[in-house]
C-alpha cells in the first residue's frame, strides 16, 4: 500500500518565524508531489508542485523534493496568522496508470501573533 | 468560470434514507473524485472517474455509487444512509490522468449527517 506520511502537530511557530512542514512517501517511483492548505471548514486549495529534485519557490513558499529519501517538504517564510491551517501532502506514483493522487492526513500548523 | 460546484452545502438523513450529491466542473477536465474527510482519518477516496464513460473504486467504495453523468458531472448516491456516512463529501477535478496533467481541484464540500 503506497503511504503518504505527515506528523499531524499542531506546529506552533511566533509569526514572521519560518514554518517547516515535513512529508514521507512510500513508494520510490513517486513522481508528482503537491502541497495542499486547508483551513478549517473549507477544502483543500492547491499551493505547489514538484516534480524535480531541489527547490521550488512561489513568494514566501518553497517546495523542497529529495527523491532519493523519499521527502518533500514546505517551507513557509515570514509566517503569518493567516497561514494558520492544515497542510496536506499528496503525491502520483509513476506508471500506475489512472491512480489517482495519494494524500497525506495533514500537519495543523498554528501561527502565533 | 465556477471551479468545482457541489450541491448541496449541508444535509441531514435519517439512517436508511437515500441521496445523490452532485458535482460539477466548468474546466474542461476529464478526471473527477469523490473523497470523504473525518477528523483523524485525512482524505479518503470513494470513487473516481478517469474520463468520461468510466468509473473506479477508490479505498472506501463500499455503501456509495457513482455516475459520470458527462464531462462535466460527476454524482455519489448513498442507497440507503447509515451513521457511519457522517462526513464532509468533497468532489475534485483534475484536465486529465491520460494527459499527465494531476493536479486536483476541489468543490468548496457537502456536510452529511445520518441520523
Known amino acids: 500500500q503506497k503511504e503518504v506520511e505527515q506528523n499531524s502537530g499542531p506546529l506552533s511557530v511566533p509569526e514572521g518565524a519560518i514554518a517547516s512542514l515535513n512529508c514521507t512517501y512510500s513508494?520510490?517511483?513517486?513522481?508528482?508531489f503537491f502541497w495542499y492548505r486547508q483551513y478549517s471548514g473549507k477544502s483543500p486549495e492547491l499551493i505547489m508542485s514538484i516534480y524535480s529534485n531541489g527547490d521550488k519557490e512561489d513568494g514566501r513558499f518553497t517546495a523542497q523534493l529529495n527523491k532519493a529519501s523519499q521527502y518533500v517538504s514546505l517551507l513557509i517564510r515570514d509566517s503569518q496568522p493567516s497561514d494558520s491551517a492544515t497542510y496536506l501532502c499528496?503525491?502520483?506514483?509513476?506508471?500506475?496508470?489512472?491512480?489517482?493522487?495519494?494524500f497525506g492526513k495533514g500537519t495543523r500548523l498554528s501561527v502565533i501573533a | 468560470n465556477a471551479g468545482v460546484t457541489q450541491t448541496p452545502k449541508f444535509q441531514v438523513l435519517k439512517t436508511g434514507q437515500s441521496m445523490t450529491l452532485q458535482c460539477a466542473q466548468d474546466m474542461n477536465h476529464n478526471s473527477m473524485y469523490w473523497y470523504r474527510q473525518d477528523p483523524g482519518m485525512g482524505l479518503r477516496l470513494i470513487y473516481y472517474?478517469?474520463?468520461?464513460?468510466?468509473?473506479d473504486k477508490g479505498e472506501v467504495p463500499n455503501g456509495y455509487n457513482v455516475s459520470r453523468l458527462n464531462k462535466r458531472e460527476f454524482s455519489l448516491r448513498l442507497e440507503s444512509a447509515a451513521p457511519s456516512q457522517t462526513s464532509v463529501y468533497f468532489c475534485?477535478?483534475?484536465?486529465?490522468?491520460?494527459?499527465?496533467?494531476?493536479?486536483?481541484?476541489f468543490g468548496p464540500g457537502t456536510r452529511l449527517t445520518v441520523t
Open positions: 513508494d520510490r517511483g513517486s513522481q508528482s
Open positions: 499528496a503525491v502520483r506514483s509513476r506508471g500506475s496508470g489512472n491512480t489517482p493522487l495519494v
Open positions: 475534485a477535478s483534475s484536465l486529465g490522468l491520460s494527459q499527465g496533467a494531476y493536479e486536483q481541484y
Open positions: 472517474s478517469a474520463s468520461e464513460g468510466t468509473t
